[in-house]
T-cell receptor, first 114, second 111 residues
Framework: NAGVTQTPKFQVLKTGQSMTLQCAQD?????MYWYRQDPGMGLRLIYY???????DKGEVPNGYNVSRLNKREFSLRLESAAPSQTSVYFC?????????????FGPGTRLTVL | TQLLEQSPQFLSIQEGENLTVYCNSS?????LQWYRQEPGEGPVLLVT?????EVKKLKRLTFQFGDARKDSSLHITAAQPGDTGLYLC???????????FGQGTELSVKP
């Protein structure tokens, strides 16, 4: 059981370049989430997918798109990277849609946009 | 504007001291979770509280959910160097299982 995996671990982009961050979970979880973490700001929700086939915006969706490829995989795309998107990105998943359940996090992708 | 205010943001103490971290909001949450994060890793759940006034203990850690379900606290008794890390509170909503995180408290416990 790998849990939640993310690729790549590190990435450096130039302003205007595009890239896709990959996330996969092997726990048969229904819901998946993308967060960004910046110093002094905790984690902020970018997009989430409550169940396969649905996606919704979180607190900070501008500049990002997502795809829930199947139940296991949830990708985050930056179409035209900006320095403000320099951050650590975390993917998470959880069982079920409602109720207070634990979110399981991946190890993160550290992205720098020059 | 941070929906969930966490304080203090930084805390440096000696081994054996006690400490309390606070998490406050003007919003009502269906649940409140506390996570701990170590450098280079994702957060890991410590506890979930769902009932107003609820108190949960995890060894030397005591978690409390406010009566109105708008605030929470984490108290650590006799802190140890192994408690060092980033502590995050997160308010939960039933819709989609979304969480709103506080800014985090960076705790350093020196031997």
């Amino acid at each position: 059981n790998a849990g939640v995996t993310q690729t790549p671990k590190f990435q450096v982009l130039k302003t205007g370049q595009s890239m896709t961050l990959q996330c996969a979970q092997d726990m048969n979880h229904n819901s998946m989430y993308w967060y960004r973490q910046d110093p002094g700001m905790g984690l902020r929700l970018i997009y989430y997918s409550a169940s396969e086939g649905t996606t919704d915006k979180g607190e900070v969706p501008n500049g990002y798109n997502v795809s829930r490829l199947n139940k296991r995989e949830f990708s985050l795309r930056l179409e035209s990277a900006a320095p403000s998107q320099t951050s650590v990105y975390f993917c998470a998943s959880r069982m079920g849609i409602g109720g207070a359940r634990e979110q399981f996090f991946g190890p993160g992708t550290r992205l720098t946009v020059l | 504007t941070q929906l969930l205010e966490q304080s203090p943001q930084f805390l440096s103490i000696q081994e054996g001291e006690n400490l309390t971290v606070y998490c406050n909001s003007s919003s009502v949450f269906s649940s409140l979770q506390w996570y701990r994060q170590e450098p280079g890793e994702g957060p890991v759940l410590l506890v979930t509280v769902v009932t107003g006034g609820e108190v949960k203990k995890l060894k030397r850690l005591t978690f409390q959910f406010g009566d109105a379900r708008k605030d929470s606290s984490l108290h650590i008794t006799a802190a140890q160097p192994g408690d060092t890390g980033l502590y995050l509170c997160a308010g939960g909503y039933n819709q989609g299982g979304k969480l709103i995180f506080g800014q985090g408290t960076e705790l350093s416990v020196k031997p």
